[in-house]
């Protein structure tokens, strides 16, 4: 039996407080290259010994075989996660193994937002690899809660399996062609959409965006429920104020009184190297009153 502490209303609002894109590591962008390395080694080291400059390259290395997708190659897929500013704040490496587990490791992130962020988003674009992820991992309570809350199993505690002075702790969770990919949306925004007063979704152009087809069932996820959505109508515009000019504003920021201030809440989300991207509206079909 687990005890499952509850986030307060402070911790949950504190979630919606920022911005997070979880997207595959851009090995062309060394300052993105930099922050990573530099929030392994400064974090990193406190759970698992011999994380050294050496076991980054390491890393870095196994993502640039990625394309290989040969086990034997110890090959690696990399997710961070970016705050609003473009600043990494949560780093996720993937290992496929033979019989088609998948290890998590490392997961380090600075702020509970961006652990849940990684959670949330991975699974989904880990499909293609394997059935079962595994992480090794010593999480903090917070941690541990979202852990739980978002149904990853404890399988062990391991002492001094990478750290004399820590009990390592193994989760896992299956996923499969069943598993949904999860979009992870703003408390006021989840409950917009659920009464069906906002029926338009606005993101970049992230690749994982950019595969989202019109049919495709998604999983809304707040902290506190989740709300399944079919995607009806799948459109594409080159900035925020060219998507303006054609659709309905009233049907994605229900809550506000004007155009601009849509427009300016979309820039204060997305900066301009993220609107460079592209603009991708998801229309959902709208909650049936019954």
């Not at 290992?95 to 998948?102: D, L």
Request: hydrophobic share 40%.
């Amino acid at each position: 039996m687990l005890y499952k502490p509850l986030h307060d209303l402070k911790s949950l609002t504190s979630f919606d407080s920022i911005n997070i894109s979880v997207v595959p590591l851009d090995e062309t962008n060394e300052e993105i290259k930099k922050q990573t390395a530099e929030l392994l080694l400064n974090r990193l080291c406190n759970s698992f010994d011999g994380i050294t400059s050496d076991w980054v390259s390491s890393l870095f290395d196994g993502y640039t075989r990625r394309h290989t997708k040969d086990i034997n190659a110890k090959y690696k897929l990399i997710f961070v996660a970016l705050d609003g500013n473009g600043q990494v704040v949560g780093v996720a490496g993937a290992t496929p193994k033979k019989g088609n587990p998948i290890k998590i490791m490392p997961l380090i992130a600075s702020n509970i937002s961006a652990f849940e962020a990684l959670l949330i988003d991975i699974p989904f674009q880990l499909v293609p690899y394997g059935h079962k992820l595994y992480i090794h991992i010593d999480p903090n309570v917070n941690e541990v809660i979202s852990l739980q809350r978002l149904g990853w199993k404890l399988d062990a505690a391991m002492p001094s399996a990478y750290h004399p002075d820590i009990i390592t702790q193994q989760w896992s969770l299956n996923i499969g062609e069943s598993t949904m990919r999860t979009m992870r949306i703003k408390q006021k925004y989840f409950d917009l959409i659920k009464s069906g007063k906002k029926t338009l979704e606005v993101r970049v152009g992230y690749e994982s965006i950019k595969r989202i087809k019109v049919g495709e069932r998604i999983q809304l996820g707040c902290h506190v429920s989740t709300q399944e959505v079919k995607v009806v109508e799948v459109r594409n515009y080159s900035n925020f104020e060219d998507m303006l000019a054609n659709e309905n504003w009233k049907l994605i920021v229900p809550d506000v009184k004007s155009k601009g201030e849509v427009l300016a809440l979309l820039r204060q989300i997305y900066p301009k190297n993220k609107e460079v991207l592209g603009v991708i509206v998801l229309e959902f079909e709208k909650p049936s009153e019954n």
